[in-house]
């Protein structure tokens, strides 16, 4: 079994650990998360980051918000609820999976017929979606797989794999799955700047599976392309609209661009909850993180003092450069918004 | 005047003395080099750097290879001439400022009659090279101007400015000359993985003129002009083709994409000298530097131990992704290759 022995996220005692990946790959630490605050810090920070890892760990966070709330009012309670779940959701307004797994807990409790039940609805629900987040990873890696070819080189940039979920990954359990099919396949990862998620997270992954592994400048992506190096480009999502555009890690964009321009398929892997069919492509809010995140690296200054920096952490894919989206209920191919409405016809048929 | 204070080398008592760029921007200091050797340790390692300054730093090198020459017989001298000459050019491989500069001093020997007439000949054909530079970089600035309004935000890569050449930059003596007119003229520039020539070296010198500058990752490049934040894109370049094809430093054709997809004028500003008429596109050799480089910062490991990076310092972005490449005889507009051609035809003339 490949992944073993990198599990980002626990629940134990009523308390969240959480894989410090600020500190990876130098250091293997866990980070014991015992309040909702201490949860926000936690994902702003990006100690945890992965959409669908921090979909849980945001759940889990609106577990540990009932400590704060000591009313006996059922309805009082539900208001305080509500305003830690925005709080939660704003830590990171990008991705879609925080929101939807944070509203799905806070909706399980309006079954609570009283506030010392809540925390009982509100556990499961969060346990529900880990365990469905580990799932779907699994289904992404059994639908993601025959789309590799044995000695297919994959490129893939940021961290789509088990350390930014519960379980397989996204992009990465489609690799993972297709190495367990018994092909050869190898990767080319983005270092990711500037917090170097491909060189820290993806490298250390798939090095720690024996999965064969490159670094490469994400500047140098459109080289690697030009040269032929790269079979298919796999990556992760943090939100991917009806129309088929893939928000991302900054940085995806211009890849597709490469691949597009070079012929080489792109492929997005990432849960069906990764979907918003509301917002409109214009409307996608744009993290923009703090600018010392590309002006120092570990407290030295890269650049002269005074000069500022810009540090957008997502870019959006237009859906004419996406070749397919892999989620766990299937593969999507163009026209992308025809066929993700009809993944979601199957998914509506299967909730029923 | 802009630029003043920042001079990348001074040829004095016949010692070559250049700024240490690799310690710039927390020091300003300068490495003497006393022989042949020590100038091809200092191109190979990028103390210096940029393709116009190596073309002139090799020149003088070539000029401080005579210490080593010991023989009287003129034949035999050239003959060891040129074998310091072709180490010289092999420290950079894809530039052809540096053989240009190499070969035309190279050349010049023909002219001595003696073995001790041969330093005078070499020497005032450094000489000639370094301030035909400064005077092109006067000219880019001037044919270039012209392309950029008041108001215009310009995306730039890597550093094409003073601390790559002699004088004024080459993208840059574009944004300094337009800023002389009067126009307000703000930059953005990418860090440059992995080397940080943007941030370290670009920045710095934009900050140093007063002209307003913001660093962004490489990666975010896309996201930016998606969002119309640039303007123009300007570039410098290590070598372009009769075709057009600009080689220049690794990222630059993944921003000429993305500048080609959200209708963003992308120009390559060079001298004329950095036009190579002989090569093919398939043909140019990209330099391949040391993995550490992507590996390490500052002595820190940034990804596990045990896996590999890879480390093209050039991509080549084809013709028919670039609006305009800006030179010191004029700006050549598409189709490229045939108005290169011409602006050929007028050098031959006016060297004539």
Known sequence: MTGKGLEPVRWRNRMLEVLDQTRLPARLSYVRLRSVDEVCDAIKTMKVRGAPLIGVVGAYGLVLSLKNIRTNDRAEARRQLRRYADALIQTR??????????????NSSSHAKTVSSLKDSLESEAEAILKGELESARKIGEFGAPLLEDGDTVLTHCNAGALATVGYGTALAVVRAAVEEGKEISVIATETRPLLQGSRLTAFELAHDGIPVRIICDSAAAQVLARGLVDKVLVGADRILKTGHVTNKIGTLPIALSAKFYGVPFYAAAPFSTLDFET???RVVIEERDQREVLYFKGARLGPRGVEALNPAFDITPPELVSGIVTDVGVAGPPLGESLGSLAGRVLMVSR
Do not use: C, I, K
């Open 93 to 106: 307004p990008t991705g879609v999976n925080l929101r939807w797994a944070v509203e799905r807990v806070f």
């Open 280 to 282: 409109d492509p214009s």
